[in-house]
């Protein structure tokens, strides 16, 4: 991460703090006229109900005043009680928005230092076959700590106490033989369909699972990739080209270009998804990605329409329901069930802070 992204996150979070606290304090107000005339509806019914001969009169007349009277002084101690609540929300929000974006900019510190350490290990992960099998290795050890780590995190999630969390992805673009990159964009220049996807997948995670994406950059190399790793495969396949040269290339390739990412990497918590868009990914899907074994996925640069679909497996989803949910056996879903959202939150990609 960078301090800039933490700047910019505790800028959006402020917002969000804000936007929570007005809508609360408007949902408040509401509440509170819809009380008050709720009151008054009550007070005329009853007055108009009452019985027009006396002692019977003074008796119904003054049952309905003490009636209004409790019910004016709910609306008001209930009204008193929702303001507080608001304003306590809020002092919460802003101090976490505050540690949060404190541990954020010593964490980047941390990251800027450990930076040449993290290249030294990634050199050596790059290697075929012996470096990127303890990559893997190191992956999938990392991945089983902080799940572990992370249960009283999930135990929160499953009690319905949950805070914003975050995830963060950098994206790098390759280009082909020719030069060209592996994207389209528009006359200003602009990769549509890519941020459309990137949108698209920023409103999934926070509807369904509140988590934030964090795009930490996009990048494009600067000369065309090789072959091998412009069209890539998946599954089994993409397991043997990952032990190989396209693994060796996209770890490399990451640290150039992500490099950031590489620190977080290291201890696992909080490490970056590298999401690399490559020309071709055969067999009737566009994008592919190992699970726990790496840190990178592909996608199909002109068709990025899986890029929220892989990163949900990447972040420990695997096929099964139906075609609406998020892991469904094709791209295009939206939804997450209770149980996803918990596997989702408690990765290590996904953090507090």
Not at 193 to 201: H, K, P, Q, S, V
Not at 286 to 297: K, R, T
Not at 336 to 341: A, C, I, K
Request: net charge negative; aromatic share 10%; proline share 3%.
């Amino acid at each position: 991460m960078s301090i800039r992204t933490c700047v910019e996150w505790a800028e959006e979070s402020y917002e969000e703090c804000s936007r929570e606290e007005d809508r609360g304090y408007n949902e408040c107000a509401r509440e509170e006229d819809l009380g008050y005339n709720e009151c008054a509806r009550r007070e005329d019914r009853g007055y108009r109900n009452c019985c027009d001969w006396a002692p019977c009169s003074w008796f119904c007349n003054a049952w309905v005043w003490v009636s209004n009277l409790v019910c004016v002084a709910w609306t008001w101690v209930s009204n008193i009680v929702c303001v507080a609540w608001t304003w306590v929300s809020n002092i919460v929000c802003v101090a976490w928005t505050t540690i949060s974006t404190l541990v954020c900019v010593v964490w980047a510190v941390i990251e800027i230092i450990l930076t040449p350490i993290a290249w030294l290990i990634t050199w050596i992960t790059s290697i075929p076959i012996i470096g990127r099998l303890i990559d893997e290795i190191i992956n999938i050890i990392q991945t089983i700590i902080w799940r572990v780590v992370g249960l009283v995190g999930t135990l929160l999630d499953l009690l319905g106490i949950r805070p914003l969390k975050k995830l963060r992805a950098c994206i790098i673009i390759l280009r082909d033989e020719a030069g060209n990159e592996t994207i389209t964009r528009d006359g200003a220049g602009i990769p549509v369909a890519l941020n459309d996807e990137i949108e698209n997948a920023r409103q999934i995670l926070r509807d369904e699972a509140d988590i934030q994406l964090l795009i930490e950059g996009i990048q494009a190399v600067n000369k065309p990739s090789p072959d091998y790793a412009l069209e890539v495969n998946c599954n089994a396949a993409a397991w043997v080209e990952d032990l190989w040269l396209p693994g060796t290339y996209f770890e490399a390739t990451a640290n150039n270009l992500c490099s950031l990412g590489s620190t977080s990497r290291l201890t696992g918590y909080g490490s970056h998804i590298v999401v690399f868009c490559v020309s071709n990914i055969p067999g009737g899907t566009a994008g592919c990605a190992l699970g726990p074994l790496n840190d990178y996925l592909t996608i199909e640069g002109n068709n990025p329409l899986c890029l929220a679909h892989e990163i949900g497996h990447k972040i420990g989803l695997w096929h099964c329901c139906p075609g609406t949910n998020l892991a469904n056996g094709t791209c295009g879903g939206t939804q997450l069930n209770w149980w996803q959202v918990l596997i989702v939150r408690n990765s290590k990609y996904v953090t507090y802070f």
